[in-house]
């Protein structure tokens, strides 16, 4: 049992230095950082769209539903605005990221440039499973959503 206890609490120890959640507003165009981080309860690869309090309601609940105390979900006007989380999966290490860039209507689409980071193949990294996301705030529409990715480590750029 005692072999145990110290791998457990060195991965608490990282776990606890990522930051599971930044709301300060940031973002480009067409849009603003409404949460990112390396820590949520929703576990797919995917993007979702809030466009009503409750869609908004059970994106946060889904989202922090592996904290406590769970924080209390940032204030969105849904008269001029939606959420859109991008959400890149569960992750082996720490390392991974990922960030809209850019947000864009193209008469069709919200289309998203996202950019995916990875650690290098000699990063050292924390030995904790991640689930990167990056949610934000953009005018509501009802266009189908498209996202454009972008990978990236820290040796150089690739695109899909």
Known sequence: MRNLAVPLIAALIALAALPACRSSPAGGDGFRTVAQGYQTGIVGVEARAARTEADWRKMWDEHTSTQIPRPAAPRIDFAKEMVVGVFAGEKPTGGYGIEVVAADFNGTNLVLAVRETNPSED??????????????????????????????DSRETRSP
């Not at 904790?128 to 934000?136: G, L, S």
Request: net charge positive.
């Open 123 to 152: 990063a050292i990294v924390p030995m904790v499973v991640t689930r990167p996301y990056h949610m934000i705030a953009t005018p509501i529409t009802n266009a189908a959503i498209r996202l454009e990715r972008r990978a990236e």
